[in-house]
């Protein structure tokens, strides 16, 4: 199973950037998707799961409100839409495919991930 992510970059304060991670490997309309960030020297953490047939969304407080997370099974692709970044929003973002289909919160309860995308938001 392999998960490709994309879409990061560097945006200004207040910006929108569009996140996406592409599947192969395993049909990931079976199983829930989820983003997670990690800054420096910190835990990675949730950001937004998303379930197998794109119903169930859950999302951190920290981002309910400015992101958006959705699916394309068809084209086996999560995205998570970001508006209204913020310099705290400044992490590398991964994807990960879950082993059910409700998304969890905890990182091991999923079982790949991607490689990460770095976004940077200047003030």
């Known amino acids: 199973v392999q998960l490709q992510a994309s879409g990061g970059g560097l945006v200004q304060d207040g910006g929108s950037l569009r996140l996406s991670c592409a599947a192969s490997?395993?049909?990931?309309?079976?199983?829930?998707m989820g983003w997670f960030r990690q800054f420096p020297g910190k835990e990675r953490e949730f950001v937004a799961g998303?379930?197998?047939?794109?119903?169930?969304?859950y999302y951190a407080d920290s981002v309910k409100g400015r992101f958006t997370i959705s699916r394309d099974n068809a084209k086996n692709t999560v995205y998570l839409q970001m508006n209204s970044l913020k310099p705290e929003d400044t992490a590398i973002y991964y994807c990960?495919?879950?082993?059910?289909?409700?998304?969890?919160?905890?990182?091991?309860?999923?079982?790949?991930w991607g490689q990460g995308t770095q976004v940077t938001v200047s003030s």
């Open positions: 998303i379930s197998s047939s794109g119903a169930i969304k």
């Open positions: 990960a495919s879950g082993s059910r289909r409700l998304p969890m919160e905890r990182p091991y309860e999923y079982e790949y």
């Open positions: 490997g395993r049909t990931s309309s079976d199983y829930a």
